[in-house]
């Protein structure tokens, strides 16, 4: 499957998409607290869609590891205003929300969202799958084990590609049994895995295929970044993009990114790299 349908718009993912991240959280690791009036919120949402963001991933429940965590009304109160705000300002713009709970899901798509970046695969929501399949947006499935305060203890594997892939193929036959038509798929680099397995599965991206889905990988500024270069997370943006082209190397479909403009150049030259093939 090479496209989905937002909003009756058809994303197609034969050239690769970029994803841009703003998150409206106090303490995410890389950006928490940068965005905390109108006027922040909107000059970032701007500048990613001038440089060429499809979507913007919009997060108001910060999922770094042993992160806090907060109520569903919490999440609700950051999240919909931001929701409303990009949308009064930018009408066409695809509002994905990074969200496992699906009463945010649910106001959020109410408000005019265009798809649902779930971590848990909807492992941490019963209610999640049937929300999605109600709603029919796109839906992101991520791989992860625990909760974001628990999973890095959970990092022990007998062969994490196969049972990413495997956990992956579940869950989408999960949704598919609902009803869920347009589905992507995203190996959770940084969730529940130590930084030889992040590396591992990155070099296996293209192994995800076999589920025959668009694959979003998110690796932008992560400690599989930081803790092998011996920086911090400001400093991770050549690290991020040197990374970002061996995933779209290994075929994905969506990069998920802070920085919008670097993201989009690795796509260009990369199909400029395909186009010499």
Known sequence: MTSINCKGKLIDFEIPKVMGILNVTPDSFYDGGSYKNEQDILAQAEKMLNDGATFIDVGAYSSRPGAQDISVDEECARLIPVVNLLLKNYPDVLLSIDTFRSKVAQEAVNSGAALINDISAGFLDE????????LQVPYIMMHM???????????????????????LSERVAAARALGINDLIVDPGLGFAKTIAQN?????????????ELPILIGLSRKSMITKTLGVDSNSALNGTTALNMIALQKRASILRVHDVKEAVQTVRLHQALKGSN
Do not use: S, W
């Open 145 to 167: 084990r625990g909760t974001p305060q628990t999973m890095k203890n959970l990092t022990e594997y007998e062969d994490v590609v196969h049972e990413v892939i495997f956990y």
């Open 127 to 134: 209610a999640m799958l049937t929300t999605i399949a109600k």
């Open 199 to 211: 590396f591992e599965l990155l070099n296996a991206t293209e192994k995800l295929q076999v589920l």
